[in-house]
C-alpha cells in the first residue's frame, strides 16, 4: 500500500479523489446518494484553489497499476483559542473491499504528520453517531469528544443549509 499526499494537478491523484468521494457519497454513511455533475467536473479544481486544503490518498498495488482504494480531504482551520491552525478532517473514505485493514489508520497518520508540518495545534473531524466501526478507529488514534468543562458536556456538530 502506498499513502501520499494528493497532487491537484496530477489526472490519476484528480481522478481518484472523484472516484473515491463519489463511492462515499453513495455509501449509506455517506448520504447513499452520488456525488452531483458539478460537484465531479468542479471539485479537485476547486480544491486546488484553496491553500488550506489536502488530500491525502491509499494507493494499492495490482498487476494491472495502482488501485485507489483510500481517501482523507482535509481543510484547515483556526484555532482562536491557541492561536494556532488547526485541521478539519472533512471526509475519510475506505472502498469497502479494504475496510478492516487500517488503511484509514494508515492515511490519517499522514494527515497528523502533514498538520504538524504546518504548525496545527489539532486536527478534529465530525462522525455520525452510527458509524461504530469508524468511531472505533478514531478513538484507538486519540481522538475524543470536545469538551472545554466537563459540566458544559460535549460539543455538538450542527448545520445550517444556504
Known sequence: MRILQANYSDALHAQAIVAL??????????GGAP?????????????DKRPQAFSVLAFVGTALGDVPVGLVNCIEGFSTFA?????????????????????GEQMLAVVE????????????LEVLSGNHSAIRLYERIG????????????????????
Open 83 to 103: 492561536c494556532k491552525p488547526l485541521v478539519n478532517v472533512h471526509d475519510v473514505v475506505v472502498l469497502a473491499s479494504h475496510r478492516g485493514q487500517r488503511v
Open 113 to 124: 504528520q502533514i498538520a504538524s508540518a504546518r504548525g496545527a495545534c489539532k486536527l478534529t
Open 35 to 47: 456525488l452531483s455533475d458539478f460537484a465531479k467536473a468542479n471539485l479537485v479544481r476547486e480544491l
Open 21 to 30: 468521494l463519489d463511492a462515499y457519497a453513495q455509501d449509506p454513511g455517506g
Open 143 to 162: 481522538f475524543g469528544a470536545y469538551q472545554l468543562d466537563p459540566t458544559m458536556g460535549s460539543a455538538l456538530f450542527l448545520q445550517k443549509w444556504l
